[in-house]
């Protein structure tokens, strides 16, 4: 025992560096682990071994799918979105620009079919014609409106909209994971300071009785393996409030701050990727955009042949009947290339009807905490061997460099 207060007196310096150093492990090897967990978007180095791409841009596609089926499945639907929005108030948004199209389409086509035809025919009938169909536009996108709205998964695909934008944007899918989970990843680096100093004090006796090169480097490794492991697990478990030895209680942070997560996660959401923009991009070109312009085709040539009345037939002579089923499909084309830029005057209008991020944080309160635990548990969970391998490694490493410093330190 004297030889051991002796040889701490004598090499107090060394001793005193071993739990600090330790803590340092813990500490740089978190950020490690969390930085791989995200970065580089892109594979760096050479496939396929030789190299790294961050755990969530890596697996992409699935943890697109993970967050997609969690917001689809449980906080949100295609019916919610476009049923909340009113169809009398959108023609009302879009009145301006809707019937400015109408004039330029009946010119247009007049040109096309009927060349000079247009030019020579007086202005007052020009104007009456104009309209009649001006008319008669607000009356088809309000049928269209309520068509797609009973039956709106024939036309919008909200899981193919959601997964779409977070593989294309692997930024933005990370940005989902981080700042749903910012306190969390914080925690997971701190932890590594306290549980690496708990760790270093028994490494301290360890090699004050051994004086074995190898308890640095072993006990860096476990520094770095174990306290990746147990800051993981407090993150989310126990899942609800437990006491231990009877004096704290502790629950996993990321379900403790279930209320602040569900603000973060439904304002990035609504801010980021269920928008009235990315909704109407995906009705207009997602991959049930098809059944949307039929939709608009029928509606439009119905309205025209509602509009020829009893003078179809006449029509239908005087052009041809070919003719007249051209006119009807190129005047149906012109207003489907015209409707993104139409659409875009409803943004304003469609953000505050939907109401996209009270819905989920409304929606996410009322989880379970196993379906809460699911909106960020694949990013940990993906590959986690990884990240405590990672940190052990590292630990170890830093280990070796720690018995170098120790016998420099106490020559």
């Known amino acids: 025992m004297n030889a051991f207060l002796q ?55 699935r943890m697109a799918s993970i967050a997609c089926d969690t917001m689809t499945d449980r906080l949100i639907s295609a019916g919610e979105v476009m049923g909340r929005l009113d169809p009398e108030r959108i023609v009302k948004e879009i009145e ?19 060349p000079g035809l247009w030019e020579s025919t007086p202005e007052v009938w020009r104007r009456r014609i104009i309209r009649h169909v001006q008319a008669e536009a607000p009356r088809i996108v309000t049928s269209l ?12 695909d909200l899981k193919d909209m959601v997964v779409s934008n977070l593989v294309k944007d692997k930024a933005l899918l990370n940005r989902i994971f981080r700042e749903s989970g910012h306190k969390e990843f914080r925690f997971i680096a701190r932890s590594g300071i306290v549980f690496g100093f708990a760790i270093g004090l028994v490494q301290m006796f360890a090699w004050a009785a051994l004086k074995n090169p190898w308890v640095m480097p ?26 231990y030895l009877g004096i704290f209680e502790w629950q996993g942070l990321f379900l403790k701050r279930r209320q602040e997560v569900a603000a973060d996660y439904g304002a990035l959401i609504a801010k980021e990727i269920i928008t009235p923009r990315n909704v109407i991009e995906a009705v207009l070109h997602g991959p049930l955009s098809d059944r949307l312009f039929a939709l608009v085709a029928q509606e439009v040539q119905t309205a025209m042949d509602r509009q020829s009345g009893v003078a179809r037939p006449l029509v239908v002579m005087a052009v041809g009947s070919g003719r007249y089923q051209q006119v009807k ?25 939907m109401d996209i991020r009270n819905t989920l944080v409304t929606k996410m309160q009322e989880m379970t905490e196993e379906e809460f635990e699911g909106l960020i548990r694949p990013a940990f969970e993906q590959d986690e061997w990884i990240l405590i391998a990672t940190g052990a490694v590292l630990g170890f490493a830093v280990g070796e460099l720690q018995v170098i410093l120790v016998e420099t330190l106490a020559h």
């Open 218 to 243: 072993i006990f860096g490794g476990i520094t770095g393996w174990f306290s990746d492991w147990l800051a993981l697990k407090m993150i989310f478990r126990p899942k609800k409030p437990t006491k």
């Open 96 to 114: 301006q620009p809707l019937l400015d199209g109408v004039e330029e389409i009946a010119a247009e086509i007049a040109m096309e079919f009927q």
């Open 145 to 156: 409106l309520e068509t797609i709205k009973h039956d709106v998964d024939a036309v919008f």
């Open 7 to 61: 040889d701490f007196q004598t090499n107090w310096l060394v001793y005193a560096s071993m739990p600090v150093i330790a803590a340092l492990i813990g500490y740089v090897t978190k950020l490690v682990a969390i930085k791989m967990m995200f970065e580089p978007l892109e594979f760096v180095g050479k496939k396929p071994f030789f190299g790294w791409q961050g755990i969530v841009p890596r697996r992409a596609a």
């Open 329 to 353: 499909k190129s005047i149906a084309e012109k207003v489907i290339e015209r409707l993104p830029e139409t659409m875009a005057y409803i943004e304003d209008y469609a953000g505050d009807a």
